[in-house]
């Protein structure tokens, strides 16, 4: 939608899709109120012109309600959206005490940025995922699943957290609060009047026939006149879903790497997600899954609405830009024709292995000013047959 070239042009983008979210929100509301006008006009059964003049008609006195109701509903989802979020997920806060290893991996990362630690909340699930909420700094909180913390380790963890830290740094937060209010209005509204258009026209139908009979006016018109309503909430819904795409997908790929600049580990974010990968599903409503740290993509057409690229694709990026290692290449490589052990042996950079073969040689017998024939009594410090120095249990004394 707008390019940004850069961290700083990228907030003021999200900043700016903000806006656009903002007033885009009274368009969408103007349509759902003529939608409403058309059924209410279609409940007299006219014909089509009356029935759009009457719907045109009734708009100054629908219009007002609507922008009061949303107001009132702005207005809470503003101060409550935390406990809205909360609700809808089941997740519970947590403090130091509670949950030490999750608190101190959090308020290192804060320390090194500087920021204010948010307030951490953990949703009791096997799922792993994990989101970051909230539109002021009173409000930021991280929240993440208990699978999440059983699974990872604490470097997977920390880049995890630090995931979502560059979420409330970047102000994505604040854009996927605006969507989840108001796009959330447009699709709920949408989902009733679209999914019981049977009831629509059964109660109008049965009125219109008999208010026509009644006084013996042609009409006719009110099954048109849903249809014609029903085709301005699809279009309503549509533009919702096109704003919910403003959210371009390039946040995630900016979180990763903001992961990584805190971190300094590219491996621990893949590793993180790798993990996460086919084990995220939680049941929650769109507009807050859609805040989650993997949002498994539809399949088919419906994937290229997605807000979150695949795990795969977010994977690759890090291997390209951020200097990650491929993930399980060791693992599907064939193995070596060396023993095991030995292909699991590590590296001597230092010489320490080789530096204690030496010192386990067989000590020279001149020095020793020991005898070499074969007749010269024992050496218990002679390397033995493994090249032990010490002698076998079997070699008692006086045997």
């Avoid at 830290?165 to 609060?177: A, F, G, P, S």
Wanted: aromatic letters at 6%.
């Amino acid at each position: 939608m707008f390019a940004s070239y850069g961290l700083k042009t990228y907030i003021w983008n999200n900043r700016l899709k903000s806006l656009v979210l903002l007033a885009g929100f009274p368009v969408l509301l103007l349509l759902i109120c003529f939608g409403f006008a058309l059924v209410i006009s279609a409940l007299a059964n006219p014909d089509v012109g009356q029935g759009i003049t009457d719907a045109v008609a009734l708009l100054p006195s629908l219009v007002p309600v609507a922008i009061g109701g949303a107001l009132v509903w702005f207005v809470i989802a503003w101060f409550a959206n935390q406990g809205i979020v909360a609700a809808a997920t089941g997740s519970g806060l947590v403090d130091r005490r509670s949950e030490p290893r999750l608190w101190n991996i959090l308020e290192t990362l804060c320390i090194s940025r500087g920021i204010t630690v948010p307030r951490l909340r953990i949703i009791e699930t096997d799922a792993r995922n994990a989101f970051a909420s909230g539109v002021h700094k009173g409000q930021y909180s991280i929240t993440v699943t208990r699978g999440l913390m059983d699974t990872l380790n604490d470097a997977e963890l920390e880049a995890v957290l630090a995931h979502e830290l560059t979420h409330i740094e970047n102000r994505d937060v604040q854009l996927m609060v605006i969507a989840a209010v108001f796009v959330g209005i447009i699709s709920l509204v949408g989902d009733i009047l679209i999914r019981g258009p049977r009831l629509l026209l059964w109660s109008t139908g049965g009125r219109g026939r008999m208010r026509s009979a009644g006084r013996g006016r042609g009409g006719g018109g009110a099954l048109i006149l849903i249809l014609i309503a029903v085709a301005v909430f699809l279009i309503a819904r549509l533009l919702a879903l096109v704003l919910d795409f403003a959210m371009s997908r390039k946040r995630e790929y900016l979180a990763d790497a903001g992961a990584v600049e805190l971190t300094k580990n590219p491996d621990a974010m893949i590793g993180a997600l790798e993990k996460i990968a086919g084990h995220s599903e939680i049941h929650a409503p769109v507009q807050i899954q859609e805040m989650f740290l993997d949002h498994p993509r539809a399949p088919g057409f419906a994937g290229l609405f997605a807000t979150h690229p695949s795990i795969e694709d977010r994977i690759a990026v890090l291997v390209r830009y951020a200097g990650g290692r491929e993930p399980d290449a060791a693992a599907a490589s064939p193995p070596a024709a060396s023993p095991p052990a030995a292909s699991h042996q590590p590296a001597d950079p230092s010489g320490l292995a080789a530096a204690a073969r030496r010192l386990r040689q067989p000590a020279d017998p001149s020095r020793l000013g020991t005898s070499s024939s074969p007749t010269a009594p024992p050496n218990d410090d002679a390397p033995g047959p493994w090249g032990e120095a010490s002698p076998g249990p079997w070699d008692r004394p006086g045997s």
